[in-house]
């Protein structure tokens, strides 16, 4: 369904305060950074100047249906997601190993086992996902550190990466020796990202990881293609029947809607054809027997993915 709203006014009314809403699974905006808000970029995930830490334990299991921390696991929920580019952001890079590891709700870790370390894979489109808890805070030295996730990713025939992320108003991070560089190559500022709270009182976050490896030519920068289009509701979400897709289209070009599960297969393609600039919507009626579970939405102009959305099937 075609809007009369004009192209400015939709860009007025969608301004760009809207990309620094987590999306996923609540109404949603793709967030990948504070970076990529802002500015047309497409910046290097830098290393944490904390590098490892003294608390890594190798050789940890593989993260069961998504979820680090089970349900039993005292804290605020947390979920992570995002997608793995190469260096130019051309290319999602699936099959990326990434282990993460983080504190529990009052500070600790687990040193013995392997509760709230786990492995999982970006998907053959480059998205991952895992849901845990928020980390709680710990003394170092004099002051606390800021609550974070640890992360050592490794893309498949390339070297590892390992940093931390953060998020943002933690009232700790001006004050921790890693946290608040914001320059040269331990440069925190792009692994600060927000948190939205869903409908289910769960903690979002989107974070994209760019680093070196070779991908399959899918995508543009998540964000940094929106000067062609974005995806930038969808209600109800979390869904059950149906869920109302609303986009925009900034340039004319063969647009696609297209809804990918979470390991990477396609599962709808909705609306594909030539469209002016405007405002549309869509809606999307899954079939009766697809499971519940999480699912990623993109809109694709002319063969290139521009902006994409997560939101929840029960």
């Given at each position: ?30 967030a990948t950074s504070k970076k990529n808000d802002t500015k047309d ?97 710990y003394l170092n030295g004099s002051t606390y550190r800021p609550s ?167």
């Amino acid at each position: 369904m075609k809007y009369k709203n004009s192209r400015r006014k939709f860009l007025r009314n969608t301004s760009l305060s809207l990309l620094s809403i987590a999306a996923f699974p609540s109404v949603v905006n793709s967030a990948t950074s504070k970076k990529n808000d802002t500015k047309d970029s497409c910046d290097e995930t830098t290393l944490d100047a904390y590098g490892q830490g003294p608390f890594y334990t190798a050789n940890a299991p593989l993260i069961q249906n998504n979820q680090l921390a089970n349900i039993n696991e005292s804290g605020e929920r947390i979920i992570i997601s995002g997608q793995v580019y190469n260096l130019d952001c051309s290319e999602a890079i699936p099959n990326t190993e990434i282990d993460v590891w983080h504190a529990n709700n009052l500070g600790e870790y687990d040193n013995f086992g392997y509760n709230l370390r786990g492995k999982t894979m970006s998907n053959s489109q480059g998205y991952y996902i895992f849901e845990s808890i928020k980390p709680g805070l710990y003394l170092n030295g004099s002051t606390y550190r800021p609550s974070h996730i640890h992360f050592k990713i490794t893309p498949p025939g390339f070297n590892t990466l390992i940093t931390q992320l953060y998020f943002e108003n933690d009232p700790y991070i001006p004050t921790d020796a890693a946290a608040s560089i914001t320059s040269g190559q331990y440069d925190a500022t792009n692994r600060i990202i927000p948190l939205t709270q869903n409908t289910s009182g769960d903690l979002e976050g989107t974070w994209d990881i760019i680093i070196n490896g070779d991908g399959i030519p899918i995508v543009g920068m998540n964000n940094l293609h929106l000067s062609k289009g974005m995806i930038y509701n969808a209600y109800p979400n979390p869904f059950v029947d149906e869920i109302e897709i609303n986009y925009g289209v900034f340039q004319k070009g063969n647009v696609k809607i297209s809804v990918h599960d979470i390991n990477g297969q396609m599962v709808a393609t909705l609306n594909q054809k030539m469209l002016e600039p405007e405002k549309y919507q869509i809606v999307w009626r899954p079939h009766i027997d697809l499971p519940k579970g999480h699912y990623f939405i993109s809109i694709v102009m002319n063969d290139m993915q521009v902006h994409y959305i997560k939101v929840l099937k029960q």
